[in-house]
Each structure stands twice: as C-alpha cells, then as structure tokens.
C-alpha cells in the first residue's frame, strides 16, 4: 500500500567524463523547437492499494543516482541515461551502459570482475530499479549496504572497524547474513568503494578488500497489495475453514504471532489485549500504523471483531502478536530492517512470522532468503511469506517468498479461483513455488486509525486485496496448528497445512502450490508429508531416448495411535494442459503401511523417457485411506531442446579471466544471463545449457593495467552444443583521426544494439571508448543488416577553445574488430556556430552532445552524450562539426557550472537532423528562463484513472525548450477543494501519485521552485493551475489542461538588458489555451524591485495574431520580473510568476 501523499512507485509485487543518453533526451523533451533546449540532466507490502500502483501509460520521473562508487548517473522520464558523471578521481575509469529486459544498467569498467565473480550485488547498478524504489538522490542522501564478512567474529569486528571507521554507519548487525547493514552518505560513496575494494581509482578492475565476503544493496520491499472492488463481507476467514477449528478448541491461544510490516493501530478494537511486545526498525520512532496494511493484516490473524460485533474476526483470535514495524509509513522498508525484525522475531518466541511484503527475485541467493532459511533452520519457526502481485506471468514470485524453508502464499477469489496478478511459479532459480493459497481478494479487516489505504466498508473497517491478505490467513491458520501441536517445529506445520490443503482445478503447482488452505481438514490431519513439495528440477537433458528416471523420497508421518494405510496415486499435467503420459510419474510402494506414531518412506518417480511434449510438468501425489487424504506438490521439467554453450574468455594480457563481465541475451525469450556471477568458472571458462534459440553475447574483460576488450557475438543460433573463445588478443584498437590531425578524443563510446523477437528482448550496450586502452572484435558470425547495429562515436578536439569534431561511424549486420578511420575534411558534415548562455558568475561550459539513429530506439537507450572540455562561459564562439551518416540526428548541449564542481545548468537542442555541408546557429540556456508545457504528453500533468504523473520543468530556457538547472528548493502541492491530494518537495518531474478523485473534479496545482544562489536571473518561479480533470479507463491516458505563458525578450549571453531601453517582449503560448479561439483571457503585470510591487503592462496583438510587450527597462540597473495570469474558455486558469526574470545593466 502506499501514502497517498508520496510518490507511487513501481510495485514489485504489482499489476498493474559526463555523458548525456539521447533516448533519455528524446523521450523527455519531445519538442519541435530548433533553437536553444536546457534538459535535466524497496521492500514492500504484498497487500493492495486501493489503485493499481504504477500504470504502464503514464511517465517516470527525472532522476539523479549516486552509484557506489561515487558515480552520479541522471535519468530522464522514459527511464534513459541521460548524465554520468565521473566521481572524484574516477575521471579515467569509464563506464558501461546496458539495457535489457526494461532495466538499464550503469556499470562503472573498474566494478565488472567483482559483478563477474558473484560478490557483487548487480542491483547496485540497476539504475531503473534504484529509481522505482526510492534511491534516487531526492530521496535518499546515503548509500544503503549489505555487507557480509569472511572469517570469525573477530575478524569481522577488524574489517569493520579498519575500513569503515569514518566512513560508514553500522545502522544493523545481521547475524543471519554473517554481516551488518551500513550507510554512508552519498558524497563519502567514493571512499567507501575504495575501502571495500582495492580501487586506485583507474581502469582495472578491482578486487574485494580482504575480509569483505559479499556487497549487497539493503534493497527495498513494499507490501504486496492490489486493487479492492466488491467485498464479500464473510471474508476468507469463513472459507478457510476457522469457525470449525474454533468450535474444536483452537483459537491460536498461546502462540506467538510475529507480523513484521507496517506497525499496528493499539487502539484498534479489535487489536486490544492481543499486543504483547511491538518495536520499530524503521527509525520513525514509533510502531503506530500511518499506513494501514499492518493493522490489517495483524487483525486478519488476531482481530477479536469487537468493534463489528464478531462479524470481522481474524483466524486465530486467541494468539498473541508481536508487531515489527519493518516498512516506513509509505510501505517500503529495508532488506536491513526486515533482517532484523525477522532476527528480534524469533529472540521473542515468534512461532509464526507473517511477512506481508516482498522485492524481486533473483538467481542468486539475496540476504532475505539466506536470513530466512538460516532463522527457520536454527529456531524451528515458521516464516508465511507473500508470493507478491506481478502475474499472471511465470517466474514472478517475489523475495523473500522464494526462500526454500517460507511456506510462500499465493492468492484466491471467493470461489477459490486463482487471483490474476497472484505471481506465478517458478522461482529466479527454476524452483517449485507458491506452497499453497488462502483467500486475498476484496478481505475486510481492520482499519488503522492513522492509516490512508483500503476502500472503507463499515466504521473502523477496511477493504484490501492482495497476496498480503492471502499470507496472514495462512499465519492465523499455521497458529492454530501450532496450539493444537505446541511441540511441532514450522516445517511440521508447514507440512500439515500443506497436506490437507483443498484440491483446486484449473491451476497448475506453479500456480497455487498444492492448493487452498483448509482448517477444516488441517485440525483433524493426523498423517502428513514431508517434503511438502517433490521438485525434480530438470533432471535430464534434451533429447530423451535415453533419459535416466530420477526417484525422491517422500516420507509420511502418522501421529495416531494405531497404523494407518494409505495408497498413493500421482498425477501430473503437461505443458499443453493435458495429462501426463502414464508411467511418467509414479510411486513405490503404491500402498504404505505407515506404523503408529512412526513413518514410512515411498519414492517418486519422474521417467522423462515417456511422452512427446517437452516442458513443465506439476501436478500432486495424492496419498488416501482410513479416512485421511495427504496431498504433496509435484513438478518434473522435461527440458525442451537444449544445447550446451561453453564460453572461455582470455584477457588482453593472455591469461585467463575467471570473472569477467559477460552478458548473454536471449533474444527469442527475453532472458539474460550472466554465466560468470556463480564464481565457477576455471581457467576463464563456464558452460550453460540453454534452449535452442538466438543470443547475443557482449563480453569485456579488463586486465589489471586498465586495457579493456569488448567481445560482441551479433547473433549466436544455439541449435549444436558450441564453444566460443571470448579472446581480447584478438580485439583490435580504435584508431580514428579528425579533420585537424592534432584533435584528440576528448570523449567517446562504442555502442551496439540486437533486435530480439519483441521489442522487451532487445539487447543494447555502450561502453566508454577510451583512445590508448580500448580494444574491440566481433566474435562469431554477423547477425542481419536489420537486426544490428554498432557505432563509435565522440568528440575529437585539439583545445577547448578549438573547433570540435562530432564523429560517428556506423556499422550495421556486425561489430567492430577495431577501428581505423580518417575523416579528410569536413565536408559532408554540418557545421554549428554555438552560443552558451548563462548568468552563472565565473562560470565554465563544456559542450556535451549525443546523437540518435533513426528506426534503432534500442540503440538510443545505451548512447550516451559525449563531452568536451571546459571553457569559460558565456560564450559565442564554439565552433562544431558534425557527421551526418546514416540520418544521424544530433541532440547539442552544453553543462555550464560556476567554478570546477560548482551549481550550474544542463542544456540540450532539441534531437534534429542536420544536413551535411550547412551551416546552423544555436544558442545554449539564453533568454527567461520560466515554465512550460507541451501537447506530447511528456511535459506537463497525465492521468490514468485515479493516478497522476507531473513534469512541470520550472527552469526552461526562452524559446521555451525544456531545461534544468540546480535547484534548491522546490514545493509541489495539488488539492481539490479542503483535500489535499499530494504535497511534496523534489524535482517538478517527480514520480507517479494515486489517489485523485474517482469522478470529475476541479484541482488547483501550485508549484514554488528556487533557483541555487548562484544564477542570477528567474531564480524563483512560481505556478499555480485550476482546472478540470474527470477519471479515465485504466488504459486510457488523458492530459491536463495546463497551460503557460512564455516571455521571449532579446538578452544578452547573460540575460541583460540596457537600462532605460525600449523593450518589446513577445509572448508565446503553450498548452490549450494557445489553441485558436481557446483563449478567454491573458493579463501581465511587470515588477522593477525584484516583485515587491506589481504594475499592469498592456498585451498587445502583433499584425500576425501573436501577443507581445512593450515595456520601457528601469534607468539604474535593477532586474525586471513578470507576472501573468490566464483563463481559457472551458474554465481552467494559470498565474504564473517569474522573479528578475533579466537584468538590467548599463
């Protein structure tokens, strides 16, 4: 669940030198002009929100992110990479920007070997999901880690207190995870990396510290909640089955209950007596719930129904509950706090822990799933955990629901039908979940009293659907187990709930596990199974003619007093939906004799010799007799055609590299693979065995001195088991020379994109070039002139004050093996007279360009700007020249700053096609600086539904291209009448926000933004909007009516005007009222002290049509502000105000 008033951002268990990116460029300014562009440079609940959290429709936010190597990457709205920029004393290191399956990668050269080995977290990197989550530097000051020690509890007490002292917080110890949870703020990132590593602050890749086992990210969950309609107001406590277990004499008395999210409401009727210890790790100094999804789901386990007369009572109404509040008042939490709330659980006496919330699963084994398999192990509790709300598609069970010891949960409706966006089996690693399924759509439970989330159903209750509600009915279940078996460790528990849980049909293992939760039949078990699920994993390969059957035991326990015998039959259903063939699966003995109080072992048989259909099969072994029915999960995975891929890398110095950074992109499936990140390889060599298909391989090894090789396989047809030699002796350099022979690259990339069969699977990398160390080849055959492309490009110059030379070569069908390449002259390129603008004082500028190729948006999203050196600004004397070939388009920028690292401003020329052998003038960040709007639905307000996106650039130049500039304050408030809707204060393009109002109402929008002390023109700017907005379908995006007024006087390079001039001001409209016949009516005020006082200044109509002032400048220097005020016809309005919009001088 989310607060209403914080951004939304993307559920995980939800439906529902610097260089600039020119597909982040693109998707952000998606403007016409041609003249002068400025452009910006968790764990959660698995409950619902009462709106489906993130659509696809609307845009993401402008971001900036301190990596931990002390890296700052900035993003645009589409989620590119618009700026990397070098930390201190990283200027020769470079980077690598890749983009896959959504997610975009910044991966500074010298982290690759650890991200190779394994020890590195690749989610430090993963700049897409560091934004969804909240990392981004507006929101987050520190880097949060996880890191894990080799070696005794002495020598982790050593490395922690040699590296960190000074650097780093221990904000938790993690025994768990053999490790601590640390912070450091962002701009120490740099040190601790070097602490951590061996980093010298070059090229060559580093090595962990000694002592250093793993580095984490202390990533973030949320609650894994969705969107509520129609409750059934008997619930799922009903029909799991408690009434029978209560009229039996079980209520959970006695038993510890755990609910670690996002704290309780202790007043709370239903929730009184029930509280026994409640301790907060969030650091909001407090357990009470803001939120609400806690208090729910505590009062589905343990909720007494008093306020509601016992109409709305919990499971286990007679346990005893243990509160950790682990998620903030937003419903994310720390991998960190969730560590050690599950820790302090278990210290209590926690039989049962609830965990209600859950992150994306990886491969690897992330802290949660070893904290949660190592605590189950040593304390015998049981960990119910959300398998999250990202299906219906496979493999979208959440962590920490993966771990192998959780009884993991998936989702039904009232009629026991699988809930659409329940997350689906496998696991990242191919493993058999969810376990089982309780009811989790449409549950009425408590309402905490501070709480903002769920749809209100009678007084002090509330609607929530989610998987969040599906796993505190199993808790609430697992407690009266554990009072009716007080001696039973959480994996006997987990067995019985298993066993006896309700057949459902249609649903497949990988769906709901062995089926729905049911008291009825859990009270009255006394035979049960273990393991509770028989997972095969793939046991033999493609093909089966000669397949090898493959048996697991599956051992049964009868806690009667006399024997019990029982027959087994297994059952099992194909990829294709129909049954197994028979034979495929089977059991021995077929009837088991289990003694009294004893057990009894059979074995499973999958024999993948059998049948034609290759894939998944899962169904149950069901085991019956003398009254009892036990069923146990199955899977087998007959492997589809598979072949073998061995790769051996070699570095440029010959030897052998065992950790290299490799990547293998399915491209007909959409999969990526990092084969290297095990720590398995020997002798620089690994094996996969993948499905037959086509891949693409990028590969970049990097040797000690710092020379880098950059491997690229075009288009691997994987359908015979292949070897491929990834040699970077065989990579070649890059020798490219400019026009003037003296011009030296100042800054370049290499970057390639593969098309894969849908738009999600394509692959695209771009690395930092680097004139002396960089080596390139093609490994392998060419792929289709249509489905690759690579390019190197840069800037050479010769001084900052010399021309500079925009280069690119294309190469289309395959990579580079090296590059040689003389560009003669400049003809076929075009020339750009360039201006810098700013007010900055001792200002310097660096030219910061990047260009796009039509038809290849893969490929934009891996460019990068490449930048020139500083020169000081303003200026009008740049001179540039730039390639043309292949319809290149050119975005042009230029950083300006005050100082070596001081505040400055970001700005672009929107992307446009130059043509050879012209000449064009531009002008960089000139003129008033103000708000603006666009009809491209990128810039300005969205909504979809109930849902809103804002991107308000408050700083945009004068012919009012989209900018940025450093600011220090910024205050966004939205309300509807008395209610606020959002108050917020970050970047104007912050992120997406729920909760507007379900039908047509009229809002009022205010934005307040302050320029940082050094720029002295339009330093504060302030807009506010009134207008209509009406709810949309789910899929439709409608734009707000927002409108502006922009202020086009000729300025000087640094914003000036002569005092006592005679100025005329032409005004431009943006949004709806600049449609003709739109406008009802436009007022402008001018202020000459700085906006203490306002006086009219008449509009006047050009011959044209077009509004304009006419305004004479103060006689002593001073600034001039405007203030305009504006209503369009159907009602909506805008007064916008710009302070010292210029200035005046002599």
């Known amino acids: 669940m989310q607060n209403k008033h914080q951004r939304t951002r993307k559920s995980l268990h939800g439906h529902g030198g610097t260089a600039f990116g020119i597909a982040a460029v693109l998707a952000l300014v998606g403007l016409t002009a041609t003249a002068t562009v400025t452009s910006a440079a968790p764990i959660t609940t698995a409950g619902p929100s009462t709106v489906s959290p993130s659509p696809g429709g609307l845009p993401k936010p402008a971001a900036r992110v301190t990596l931990l190597t002390g890296d700052t990457v900035c993003l645009d709205r589409s989620g590119q990479v618009v700026e990397v920029r070098p930390g201190k004393g990283r200027n020769g290191v470079g980077y690598s920007v890749r983009r896959f399956a959504g997610h975009t990668y910044v991966v500074p050269l010298d982290a690759t070997r650890l991200l190779g080995s394994g020890r590195l977290d690749r989610r430090l990197f993963d700049v897409t999901q560091l934004v969804e989550d909240g990392y981004d530097d507006a929101h987050r000051k520190q880097v949060s880690l996880i890191v894990s020690y080799n070696g005794s509890s002495a020598v982790q007490k050593g490395v922690r207190e040699s590296l960190f002292a000074g650097l780093a917080t221990v904000t938790q110890r993690l025994p768990a995870v053999h490790g601590d949870a640390l912070t450091t703020d962002k701009p120490d990132a740099g040190k601790v990396w070097r602490a951590l590593t061996d980093s010298a602050g070059g090229r060559g890749a580093v090595t962990m510290a000694p002592g250093i086992d793993r580095v984490w990210l202390d990533g973030r969950v949320r609650i894994s909640a969705q969107d509520t309609v129609a409750p059934d107001p008997h619930g799922g406590v009903a029909q799991i089955g408690a009434p029978t277990a209560w009229k039996a004499g079980y209520d959970g008395k006695g038993v510890k209950v755990a609910v670690l999210d996002t704290g309780i409401d202790a007043t709370h009727p239903d929730l009184k007596g029930r509280i026994l210890k409640a301790k907060d790790f969030t650091g909001s100094g407090s357990t009470d719930d803001r939120q609400g999804h806690g208090t729910h789901v505590a009062s589905t386990i343990v909720g007494s129904g008093a306020k509601s007369g016992g109409t709305y009572k919990g499971v286990a109404p007679g346990a005893e509950l243990l509160v950790g509040k682990v998620l903030d008042d937003t419903g994310f939490g720390d991998n960190s706090d969730i560590i050690a709330g599950m820790q302090w659980a278990v210290a209590q006496g926690a039989k049962v822990v609830n965990m209600s919330l859950g992150e994306n699963d990886t491969a690897d084994v992330d802290p949660l799933e070893k904290a949660v398999n190592g605590l ?639 720029y002295k023109i339009s330093d504060h700017v302030e807009g506010v909007w009134t207008f209509t907005s009406a709810n949309t379908p789910e899929a439709q995006v409608a734009a707000w009516p927002l409108s502006v007024v922009r202020f086009d006087p000729k300025l000087s390079l640094t914003g000036t005007a002569k005092v006592g001039a005679r100025v005329t001001v032409p005004l431009s409209l943006q949004g709806p009222a600049a449609a003709k016949g739109h406008l009802k009516s436009l007022t402008v005020k001018a202020s000459y002290d700085g906006g203490r006082t306002w006086k009219p200044v008449t509009v006047h109509s050009a011959a044209s049509g077009k509004p304009y002032l006419s305004l004479t400048n103060p006689r002593k220097p001073g600034t001039v502000s405007f203030s305009a005020d504006l209503s369009d016809t159907t009602g909506n309005t805008y007064t916008g105000t710009i302070r010292n919009a210029y200035r005046t001088v002599r």
């Open 376 to 1014: 189950s192990a040593s304390s015998g509790a049981l960990f119910v955990i959300a398998a999250g709300n990202s299906g219906p598609s496979d493999t979208t069970v959440g962590s920490p629901g993966s771990a192998a010891a959780a009884l993991t949960v998936a989702a039904v409706d009232r009629d026991d039908k699988i809930a659409s966006w329940s997350s689906r089996g496998p696991t990242a690693d191919g493993h058999l979940k969810p376990d089982i399924a309780a009811p989790g759509v449409d549950i009425i439970a408590a309402k905490a009293a501070h709480g903002i989330e769920g749809n209100d159903e009678a007084p002090g209750y509330v609607s929530m659907s989610g998987t969040s509600m599906a796993t505190p009915h199993t808790a609430g279940a697992a407690a009266i187990l554990a009072q009716e078996h007080p001696g039973w460790t959480g994996e006997q528990l987990k067995a019985t709930l298993t066993a006896s849980a309700r057949t459902l049909g249609g649903v497949t293992a990988y769906d709901v596990g062995v089926g729905r939760v049911d008291l009825t039949r859990a009270i009255d078990a006394t035979v049960s199974s273990e393991p509770s699920s028989v997972d095969f994993g793939t046991p033999n390969t493609w093909p089966h003619g000669d397949d090898t059957p493959v048996t697991r035991a599956l051992t049964y326990r009868n806690n009667e007093t006399r024997p019990v015998t029982l027959d087994l039959n297994p059952t099992a259903t194909g990829p294709d939906g129909k049954a197994a063939p028979t034979g495929m699966v089977t059991v021995s003995p077929m009837r088991l004799i289990i003694p009294a109080d004893g057990t009894a072992r059979a074995t499973v048989t999958a024999d993948t010799r059998l049948g034609s259909t290759d894939g998944v099969y899962s169904g149950a072994v069901t085991a019956s007799g003398d009254g009892h029915s036990v069923r146990t999960a199955m899977a087998v995975d007959r492997e589809v055609e598979s072949h073998k891929l061995t790769l051996v890398t070699t570095r440029r110095d010959g030897k052998h590299d065992n950790e290299p950074d490799v990547i293998v992109a399915g491209l007909d499936t959409g999969k990526q693979f990092t084969p290297y990140d095990a720590g398995k390889a020997r002798n620089g060599t690994v094996t996969l065995r993948l499905p037959r298909g086509r891949y693409a391989i990028n590969a970049l090894t990097i040797t000690p001195a710092g020379q880098s090789a950059q491997l690229v396989a075009p288009r691997i047809v994987l359908d015979h088991d292949t070897t491929i030699a990834l040699d970077g002796r065989k990579a070649k350099p890059v020798k490219v020379t400019a026009p003037d022979r003296r011009a030296a690259l100042r800054d370049g990339q290499v970057v390639f994109a593969a098309r894969g069969a849908k738009p999600a699977y394509d692959l695209s990398v771009g690395t930092g070039l680097d004139a002396k160390d960089s080596f390139l080849g093609q490994v392998g055959p060419s792929a289709p002139a249509g489905d690759f492309i690579a390019q190197v490009g840069g800037i050479w110059q010769r001084t900052a004050t010399s021309p500079a030379y925009n280069l690119v070569t294309t190469r289309t069908g395959g990579f580079f093996d090296g590059l040689t390449r003389t560009f003669a002259s400049t003809w076929g390129m075009a020339r750009v007279n360039t201006s810098v603008a700013t007010a900055l004082a001792k200002a310097s500028a660096a030219q910061s360009n990047a260009w796009s190729t039509p038809g290849w948006s893969a490929l934009d999203q891996a460019t990068a700007a490449v930048e020139g050196p500083l020169r000081p600004a303003p200026t009008a004397s740049i001179v540039q020249y730039l390639s043309t070939d292949h319809g290149v388009r050119w975005i042009l920028g230029a950083r300006t700053q005050n100082g070596t690292d001081g505040e400055g401003v970001t700005a672009f020329v929107t992307s446009r096609r130059f043509e050879p052998n012209r000449t064009y003038r531009v002008t960089l960040d000139g003129g008033v600086h103000g708000p603006i709007v666009t009809p491209t639905k990128v810039v300005g307000g969205l909504r979809i539904g109930r849902y809103y996106a804002l991107c308000v650039p408050m700083f945009s130049d004068g012919p009012g291209d989209f900018s940025y500039s450093v600011q220090t304050q910024v205050h966004t408030r939205l309300t509807s009448g008395s209610k606020v809707i959002g108050d917020f204060t970050e970047d104007t393009c912050p992120n997406t926000y729920s909760n507007l109002l379900a039908g047509t109402a009229r809002y009022k929008l205010s934005i307040t933004a302050d320029r940082s002390k050094g």
